[in-house]
């Protein structure tokens, strides 16, 4: 696969691929397996794994759609992302991203993986025991822009090679037992 890379300078900013999902659900309607906090997405980009409870209380939960992609906010430096793959409700402290019409939810993914989006959101934080990043600085994030034929071509591959370590991790695990 041939991916063209743009000349040097001419970058775009992550809000002009993505937007931050606003859109709200009741806790009490989403189930176990559907419910996603920071405590669920795993450390350095591996996923996720099912919440151990919902919420005590009944509240309001940032609706988030197969495809969108799920980081968390909290402690940023853990590198916790997740691509959904389900629709449900996220925590306050889980930001939702989803791809602008003419992007590929696929490479927001990509994009968001990125050890320098790490880092950018590291500069950006705000406390010290508990960093949480800056939502506005955050979609000043620069990437490289590419014609939708070629951020589609990288999100296939990224997630394409995300599948291939996520069953090597279950092969691992099953070896371990």
């Given at each position: 696969m041939r991916i063209f890379v743009p000349k040097s300078g001419t970058m775009i900013e992550l809000s002009n691929i993505a937007n931050y999902v606003t859109d709200r659900i009741s806790s009490n309607n989403i189930t176990l397996e559907e419910y996603v906090t920071t405590d669920c997405i795993l450390q350095n980009k591996i996923g996720r794994e099912v919440a151990t409870n919902l919420p005590p209380c009944p509240c309001s939960l940032v609706r988030y759609k197969k495809g969108d992609?799920?980081?968390?906010?909290?402690?940023?430096?853990?590198?916790?992302?997740?691509?959904?793959?389900?629709?449900?409700?996220?925590?306050?402290?889980?930001?939702?991203?989803?791809?602008?019409?003419?992007?590929?939810?696929?490479?927001?993914y990509a994009a968001l993986l990125l050890d320098s989006f790490y880092d950018y959101v590291m500069q950006g934080t705000k406390g010290s025991k508990m960093p949480r990043g800056d939502k506005q600085q955050i979609m000043n994030f620069k990437l490289q822009p590419f014609s939708t034929d070629v951020e589609m071509q990288i999100g296939n591959l990224i997630m394409s090679i995300d599948r291939k370590a996520h069953l090597n991790r279950q092969i691992n695990q099953n070896l371990a037992a």
């Open positions: 992609v799920l980081v968390a906010n909290i402690r940023p430096y853990l590198k916790k992302v997740w691509f959904a793959n389900m629709n449900g409700g996220a925590s306050s402290d889980v930001l939702v991203f989803r791809a602008k019409d003419g992007h590929p939810s696929a490479y927001l």
